[in-house]
């Protein structure tokens, strides 16, 4: 068979640990055997990252830039004992933060489902997208503990024109105060990546802050995502997607009760607690992925989970490692579809489709990782090694090649 022709080339970005064993074998075995593909390869190995001094990592972020998808692997985030152990110059930021903040994007989980596992909460019936949004509030308030009685205000002092003052609280007696902010280019970077995100999965739009109690902070947050949605009205209409605005506490009641195939925004700390909650709901860290998408509609693909350090350990020492690659392929796939798309080539978006065809089926035959086990019904007898795994995909994906006549 003639190898299909990728038009643009892909970012593609290596990373650390067990994920780089993965990634290499999905490279080999799944995607390189099929496709005519210019990769525009950026190795974000620590190592690497250490002897650019991270330079390397802004590199790629500009190629995303550039092409307009990505693909990433995991990779460490340095921290003290990261430093020791790979003898670091010093605790280089995450890549994914500072990718993030080159594309300004927002990140979009997206949890795998088969048939055979079940979702804790039993009416998820299709994946439920988180869209965090991740500047500001909380995580970026300033906060003071009160010692004595006193008066706490807020005092906005403008380049020009008059001060303005509010009484945050008259303390009769010792409390704690935070003043937390957020920025209108944020909020709208954030609903214009949710917007992207929403349009190109064709899933309703959701919307949830409280402000029935929050009349000018999450109020704001509501009336720029209506302006967002707004000016994109005649593309929702195009697409078929409705938006909609619920309070908070009402979107999580409907969460519950709904059967999924919805994106869901929200504020950073409700995506923070929110994305761990739906995460659990489905299952396994193995088959989740992530999208960054950026305001201007570029994107970015990984796995949620990190560089999965206890197995590679196992494999360094010679054992046999059974690390759940679905996450990982996935996120080929989903850069591999995105391109295709982009790029008004179908068969290419109809490959990547195959390959996760392949995987599904593997798993709903029974074939898989470790991990899942558990979760299954029925339980398979048996696991997988990380690469018998790999190669059961493999040959699954060899054997749905079309016949043409
Ligand atoms: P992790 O890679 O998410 O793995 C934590 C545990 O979750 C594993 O030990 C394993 O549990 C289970 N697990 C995660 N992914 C799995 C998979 N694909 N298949 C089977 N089990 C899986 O977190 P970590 O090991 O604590 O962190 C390692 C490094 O990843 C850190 O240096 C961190 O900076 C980095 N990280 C990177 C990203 C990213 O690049 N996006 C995200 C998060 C973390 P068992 O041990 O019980 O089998
Ligand atoms: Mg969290």
Known sequence: MAKIKVKTPLVEMDGDEMTRIIWAMIKDKLILPYLDIDL???DLGVTKRDQTDDKITTDAGNAIKQY???VKCATITPDKERITEYKLKKAWPSPNGQI???LDGTVFRKPILV???AP???NWKKPIM?????YGDIYKASE???DKPGKVEMVYTPQDGAEQRVTVHEFKGPGVVMGMHNTDKSIRSFAKACINYALSEKVELWFSAKDTISKKYDAHFRALFAEEVAARQSEFDKAGVKYRYLLIDDAVAQIMKHEGGIMWAVKNYDGDVMSDMVAAGFGSLGMMTSVLVSPDGKF???????TVKRHYYEHLKGNATSTNSVASIFAWTGAIKKRGELDNTPDVTAFGDRIEKAVISCIESGIVTKDLVPLMDPRPAKHQTTEEFIDAVALKLKQSEPVHA
């Open 40 to 42: 525009k390869y950026y």
């Open 68 to 70: 307009g998808v990505g």
């Open 100 to 102: 993030r903040s080159i």
């Open 115 to 117: 048939k055979n596992i």
């Open 120 to 122: 804790a909460v039993r």
């Open 130 to 134: 988180i869209g965090r949004h991740a």
């Open 144 to 146: 003071l503990v009160v």
């Open 300 to 306: 970015e693909y990984e796995a949620a989970h990190g």
